[in-house]
């Protein structure tokens, strides 16, 4: 089944833990995105990766890195994280073959206390 | 830069009335217009999309025309069901250097009631 998969699905965590979100998708997709989901703010793009070793910074960078080492995996990494961090994360991925339409994975709710 | 406008919401209808959620985007570029549903507890799947001006996406009932002169993406429903109650999300993706980048509206809830 072609899918995204995030891990975890939940995360409570304290400021300045060091956490990373793991994403993985299985349809040899180049691009890959990660977002977060804010009431009233919609979704806004964190970082995205055109392929393996090229990621570049989206809208909202700030605190977060990312690494493409390999096709299927775009983690994401708080090194720091702190309260505004608290949010629901989506990782996506798409082709230009498919014409760019993206498939989301299940989300992950993190919550920074 | 790009961005994304949908109607406030949140949007409240009774079972079988008629739903427009209305979108409009800025115009830079030939980007490609998409319609996001999200169900309660869950990620975003693609409703319907459409790539060029004129075009029409349609799915399960739902319908938007990319309209260039109005830069403008509006989604509609003839007669809606619970089911569709979800958080529906307009999105707008750029061409050119900017490949795989989705700006999003803010999001409309629909609650349909029977």
């Known amino acids: 089944e072609a899918q995204v998969t995030q891990n975890p699905r939940y995360l409570i965590t304290v400021t300045g833990k060091k956490l990373t979100v793991t994403c993985s998708q299985n349809m040899n997709h180049e691009y890959m995105s990660w977002y977060r989901q804010d009431p009233g703010l919609g979704l806004r793009q964190i970082y995205y990766s055109m392929n393996v070793e090229v990621t570049d910074k989206g809208d909202v960078p700030e605190g977060y890195k990312v690494s493409r080492k390999e096709k299927r995996n775009f983690p994401l990494i708080l090194e720091s994280p702190s309260p505004n961090q608290t949010s629901l994360y989506f990782c996506?991925?798409?082709?230009?073959?498919?014409?760019?339409?993206?498939?989301f994975g299940p989300g992950t709710r993190l919550t920074v206390l | 830069g790009d961005s994304v406008t949908q109607m406030e919401g949140p949007v409240t209808l009774s079972e079988e009335a008629f739903l427009t959620i209305n979108c409009t985007y800025t115009?830079?570029?030939?980007?490609?217009l998409f319609w996001y549903v999200q169900y309660p507890g869950e990620g975003l799947q693609l409703l319907l999309k459409a790539t060029k001006a004129d075009d029409k996406g349609s799915n399960k009932g739902f319908e938007a025309t990319y309209r260039k002169e109005t830069t403008s993406f509006h989604l509609e429903k003839g007669s809606v069901q619970v089911s569709d109650s979800a958080v529906y999300f307009c999105a707008r993706l750029a061409g050119g250097t900017s490949y795989g980048k989705l700006t999003f509206g803010q999001g409309t809830i629909l609650t349909v009631h029977p």
């Open positions: 996506a991925s798409s082709s230009p073959v498919l014409a760019n339409e993206q498939f």
């Open positions: 115009a830079t570029g030939y980007p490609s």
